[in-house]
């Protein structure tokens, strides 16, 4: 202990603190890069906006109606060979699929305002949850002889 205590006063006391370094800011070096970067944008834009940055740049600011990273313009129909597929709707159910989230190797939907993953039961109706899709989630009727799909809805 009495070996901790003296080099503890040797570091706050006798030992020289270190010089501190000052970072130096060369004003004439970073006008030079700025004014680089701007002829750089300037030379780029010379020839004026092409169309498609002229469209984007007029229609930045207003809603969008529909989400363009979700595509969920697939038709659901129901398999006529799997009788089983075609024995509920999920219109029937009442049910809404709203979202779609994946954390490396999990999937969960969120159906109802809840979120569920694969095997979970659905409250309160008793559905389990087969299986999981971007765009739609199979749900498991009567521990999984009926099979339901019911598409992702896009909610505002």
Do not use: C
């Not at 030379?43 to 109606?65: A, C, M, Q, Y």
């Not at 979202?99 to 109802?112: E, K, S, V």
């Amino acid at each position: 202990m009495a070996v901790t205590v003296v080099y503890g006063f040797y570091v706050l006391v006798l030992e020289k603190p270190p010089a501190r370094r000052v970072a130096t800011i060369n004003a004439s070096d970073n006008l030079e890069k700025f004014n680089k970067f701007i002829s750089n944008v300037a030379e780029k834009t010379k020839g004026g906006l092409s169309d498609v940055d002229s469209f984007v740049i007029e229609h930045v600011s207003e809603k969008w109606t529909k989400d363009p990273l979700l595509n969920t313009e697939k038709d659901f129909k129901f398999d006529k060979d799997r009788p089983e597929l075609a024995q509920a709707s999920s219109e029937q159910l009442g049910i809404t699929y709203s979202g779609f989230l994946q954390m490396g190797d999990i999937r969960m939907a969120i159906i109802d305002g809840q979120e569920y993953e694969p095997g979970d039961t659905l409250q309160p109706s008793g559905y389990t949850i087969g299986a999981i899709y971007p765009d739609r989630v199979i749900i498991n009727i009567r521990s999984g002889k009926y099979k339901v799909t019911v598409p992702l809805e896009e909610t505002q």
